[in-house]
């Protein structure tokens, strides 16, 4: 008897043993796909995690159905380090491969409907969906699901499936289809019978009447002439300017012959420079200082000023270890920033850069997995979000996580919750790697790590080419208010530094930390404010589709002409967005060209390259935009930063708030001045004494961290203590405060550490859940393994209680 261990896409946590013959015991290697059935009548596309002759005591292993590869596709680092990702987080190891895996990869079966042969049907006797799923199955002889759903225009048609079956009509099969297909792009060549001296002659002979068909062909060898290279039917038709039907007629003719090529999705064309990279004297000691830290330690953290060029030194250390043959990955916080990163390492390294995240279409991410699996010279250097820890490298040799601060690295859904930098940390290890983490202003942990001596540190606290850090002006709003010197949301200082910006012809980037017009509209007459029907939380106003939506479910309704409460029309707006900042710049600067970059404007897959490459090109005066314009981007013209308001950040409910609003407002500050002036950033806040708003001004990053360490120490955060959150979520109120009331009394009986909760979040219902958490602190001398096995052992018991089974319990392992 022969078996395998393989992993499910699905979210279970224990692997599952499936039979196979000799010949595939074998051939099947750790690491290879095969299809297996699961349950009644579903397929999945499995991976293999061990071959082995144990034959399982609890159930009778199934057969495989096929096997989809001829070598892994999968290396064992890869798997082991997946395996430490489920233990760690407490997912199961199902979600890890099926986050990991590109779904082109992961062959889904599809039910196809088909007629059953022998059976006579009486007409009569059917329902009119069923007579018109019986019709179309004499069209056509199989239908999928989705092709049904579409006959009948609804969306639950199993009921009607399940009687035609009763009846005898027809039958259901299982199909797995492989969903990844390569490129192929067609392209034209004369055909052989007029490659001799007088096939010409005779090739325009034959064509004397036809001048369309003649244009093409002496297009044809223009083209030929100048490039040198095999040419596409695309090029053909730009370049003679006709349509690609004649071209196909000229086929058809035997004049032309087509064929095709796989091409890679993405390649680029990008010329690569010879100048050779100059460091300054400032970076090159942090570059010696980097490999020296090297020697000794695995893990080294750059803390850089903004604009200090750390992307250079990168770029040096990278030079570095291509030569050596091995490869490096580079982790960025936002799609946004590979954009303008990728084209600077491409004049470096050429077409040795590949790119891997979320916008690529599947066959794009599956190209990119295959050249990294082959250790493609096209994929020696990996640029991705977090998702690109996921790849299958054959031998990593450095990994750089930029703006490791980033709350964006931490994975919130789905599962597996994992925390990009921490896991990069754990596969550099697996690999025998060096990591590099850079930041202008590290997160507590890392820096904390860095001064206990467990990671390595290098201060890098000059601007590149020794320009000044911007200078800091703070305005007090109430002041402002009071004198009345404000203009919509800006104050008269704001206006006149704008005014001043682009007069000598800079840029300038506002800042406001939420999306939209703004968050709240209110009823003047009873107060009524519009709420969202499946979310605890006031609908935000989007004035340009002139609706008002919700930002966690996506629900949405026209904007009110009257209260839906008192039918007053007295509504006015609350708060503001960057919809308003934008209408409002319009009035008082009409003649700049502003442009806004939030969730909104950068949906398509080119978003982000549209809106950076416009500003770069000046084609924009001033850009509005959230958070996405803090991560390191670099434009050289901008001169003013204005922060429109400081004060919401700091005010939000959380232990790590003063943390991220310093590191927020020093970001975005960074943006300004890069090249050779001084630039200058403008915050307005309510409250300019605050202590994290006047380590902003004077760059104080050590007194932040310094007065940020003592409060987790006194409160018992980290990283004194590691923090697990459990959120439970139900759609019946009193069900889930009982159920979590149940599980905090279990946890805090048999823990012995600090448990807090049952607590109602500040937004307690979400797509008509709702919602309650339960925070457990873990310090550092508990063995952290031991404690979540205990944890685990009371989740288990807390969903065997048949009343609680309903509940969903998240669990979230270092809560960011």
């Given at each position: ?220 060898f223009q083209l030929k002439a100048s490039e040198k290279k095999p040419i596409t039917v695309k090029k053909l038709t730009e370049f003679s300017n006709v349509s690609p039907a004649i071209v196909k007629a000229l086929v058809e003719k035997e004049i032309f012959e087509e064929y095709f090529l796989q091409h890679d999705r993405v390649s680029f064309s990008g010329e690569k420079t010879e100048k050779e990279l ?539």
């Amino acid at each position: 008897m022969y078996f395998i261990e393989v992993i499910l896409p699905l979210s279970l946590a224990k692997t599952f043993t499936y039979r196979v013959s000799e010949a595939e015991f074998h051939f099947i290697k750790k690491g290879m796909r095969v299809v297996v059935p699961f349950g009644k009548s579903k397929m999945y596309t499995a991976l293999v995690l061990d071959i082995h002759q144990n034959e399982p005591n609890l159930y009778e292993a199934k057969e495989i159905d096929q096997i989809l590869d001829e070598r892994p596709i999968a290396t064992e680092i890869q798997i082991k380090h997946w395996l430490w990702i489920a233990n760690y987080y407490m997912c199961s190891i199902g979600d890890v491969y099926r986050g990991a895996f590109p779904s082109g990869l992961l062959l889904e079966s599809e039910t196809v409907i088909s007629n059953k042969p022998e059976t006579i049907v009486n007409d009569s006797e059917l329902s009119d969906d069923e007579f018109l799923v019986y019709e179309a199955l004499h069209h056509q002889s199989s239908l999928k699901v989705q092709d049904i759903i579409s006959i009948l225009n609804k969306k639950n048609i199993f009921p009607v499936l399940q009687k035609m079956i009763a009846k005898d009509i027809i039958v259901l099969e299982e199909e797995i289809k492989e969903t990844y297909k390569p490129k192929l792009i067609r392209y034209v060549k004369l055909h052989s019978k007029y490659e001799s001296d007088n096939g010409l002659a005779a090739l325009l002979e034959e064509l004397k009447s036809a001048n369309k068909q003649k244009e093409i062909v002496l297009a044809f060898f223009q083209l030929k002439a100048s490039e040198k290279k095999p040419i596409t039917v695309k090029k053909l038709t730009e370049f003679s300017n006709v349509s690609p039907a004649i071209v196909k007629a000229l086929v058809e003719k035997e004049i032309f012959e087509e064929y095709f090529l796989q091409h890679d999705r993405v390649s680029f064309s990008g010329e690569k420079t010879e100048k050779e990279l100059q460091l300054s004297s400032a970076q090159e000691k942090a570059f010696l200082e980097i490999k020296d830290c090297f020697s000794t330690k695995e893990v080294c953290l750059l803390h850089g000023v903004t604009s200090s060029g750390k992307t250079e030194i990168y770029i040096k250390l990278i030079e570095e270890y291509l030569v050596t043959g091995r490869q490096v990955l580079y982790l960025l916080p936002e799609i946004a920033l590979t954009t303008q990163l990728v084209s600077r390492l491409r004049l470096h390294f050429g077409d040795k850069v590949a790119v891997f995240h979320s916008k690529y279409s599947n066959n794009e991410r599956v190209e990119a997995w295959k050249q990294t699996l082959e250790n493609s010279p096209k994929a020696q250097i990996i640029i991705g979000a977090r998702s690109a820890l996921f790849l299958p490298f054959s031998d990593l040799g450095l990994l750089i996580v930029d703006e490791e601060h980033e709350q964006t690295f931490k994975q919130t859904d789905p599962a597996p919750r994992y925390h990009a930098r921490d896991a990069a940390i754990v596969l550099a290890n697996f690999h025998k790697a060096q990591v590099l983490l850079g930041s202008a202003t590290p997160s507590l942990e890392t820096y904390y790590n860095a001064q206990a001596g467990k990671y390595g540190l290098v201060e890098l606290s000059e601007r590149y080419n020794n320009v000044r850090m911007p200078e800091v002006v703070l305005v007090d709003l109430k002041d402002k208010h009071f004198r009345k010197r404000m203009t919509g949301h800006f104050s008269d200082l704001l206006i006149e530094e704008i005014a001043e910006a682009l007069s000598l012809g800079e840029q300038v980037i506002l800042f406001q930390n939420r999306r939209g017009y703004s968050p709240i509209i209110e009823c003047l007459t009873c107060g009524h404010v519009p709420h969202c029907q499946q979310c605890d939380v006031s609908l935000t106003f989007h004035k340009n589709k002139n609706q008002l939506r919700c930002h966690y479910c996506g629900y949405s309704i026209a904007k009110p002409t009257n209260c839906h409460s008192c039918s007053s029309i007295d509504l006015t707006t609350k708060g503001f967005g960057t919809e308003q900042i934008e209408q409002e710049l319009g009035s008082i600067f009409p003649n700049a060209k502003t442009a806004r970059m939030d969730q909104d404007t950068t949906r398509g897959k080119f978003g982000f390259e549209k809106i950076i490459d416009t500003f770069k090109n000046r084609e924009v005066d001033i850009l509005v935009g959230t958070q996405m314009l803090a991560k390191g981007l670099d434009f050289d013209n901008v001169s003013l930063v204005g922060i429109m308001n400081a004060d919401n950040m700091l005010h939000h409910p959380d232990f790590r708030a003063f943390e991220r609003s310093y590191q927020m407002m020093t970001q975005v500050a960074g943006r300004a001045g890069r090249s050779e002036k001084q630039g200058k950033v403008v915050i307005q806040t309510y409250n300019p004494n605050h202590n994290t708003i006047q380590q902003v001004t004077n760059h104080n990053y050590t007194g932040m961290y310094k007065e940020q360490l003592y409060d987790r120490q006194i409160y018992k955060y980290p990283p004194y203590f590691r923090i697990i959150k459990l959120t439970l979520k139900h759609r019946d109120y009193e069900k889930l405060k009982e159920g979590s009331m149940w599980l905090y009394q279990v946890l805090n009986q048999n823990l012995g550490m600090p448990v807090l909760g049952p607590e109602e979040p500040a937004i307690s219902r979400i797509r008509n859940e709702y919602i309650r958490s339960i925070l457990i602190k873990i310090p550092h001398d508990k063995h952290l393994g031991n404690t979540k096995k205990t944890i685990q052992k009371m989740l288990n018991s807390f969903e065997a209680v048949a009343q609680y089974r309903a509940i969903k319990v998240i669990t979230n392992v270092d809560f960011y």
